[in-house]
Structures are given as C-alpha cells and as structure tokens.
C-alpha cells in the first residue's frame, strides 16, 4: 500500500517536472512590413536632417554605416 503512494507520488513529480519543461507558444506578430524601412518610426531618435520618407537618404546612411561603422577592415586600421 505504501509502496503504491510512493510510485503514485514519484509519477506526478515526474510529469509536473517535465510540465515545467515545456516551451511556450510563440504567438507575436513579428516584424511589420506595411511601411517601406525608409518611412520612419515617428521617434525623434533620427540622424539630423534626415527627413522621414527620404529613401535616398536611408540607403546613404545604411551604405555609410555599413562601410564605416560595421567594417572590421577600416576600423582596425
């Protein structure tokens, strides 16, 4: 009788230790793609005199940060 309780007892341990385990859903929206990159975000977290929709501009900026700032040959030298 007591060894019953013991094997009942060990089994809802196990299975609540291995609820515990389990991944949750992942149910965010991920990224939007109604808006062209180059539209802005609203933010005041802009670089000066960049205008919002001035797609020229963004693929300026994002080649000048690719070339200077994320090169790890121009920055090493």
């Given at each position: 009788?007591?060894?019953?309780?013991?094997?009942?007892?060990?089994?809802?341990?196990a299975?609540?230790?291995?609820?515990?385990?389990?991944?949750?859903?992942?149910?965010?929206?991920?990224?939007?793609?109604?808006?062209?990159?180059?539209?802005?975000?609203?933010?005041?977290?802009?670089?000066?005199?960049?205008?919002?929709g001035?797609?020229?501009?963004?693929?300026?900026?994002?080649?000048?940060?690719?070339?200077?700032?994320?090169?790890?040959?121009?920055?090493?030298?």
């Amino acid at each position: 009788m007591m060894r019953a309780s013991i094997t009942t007892l060990v089994a809802v341990l196990a299975l609540a230790g291995l609820a515990a385990c389990t991944e949750k859903p992942q149910t965010g929206g991920g990224v939007r793609q109604d808006t062209a990159p180059s539209a802005g975000t609203g933010s005041n977290f802009t670089q000066p005199g960049w205008k919002a929709g001035d797609k020229t501009g963004w693929e300026q900026q994002l080649k000048a940060r690719q070339q200077y700032g994320q090169n790890e040959y121009t920055r090493i030298r």
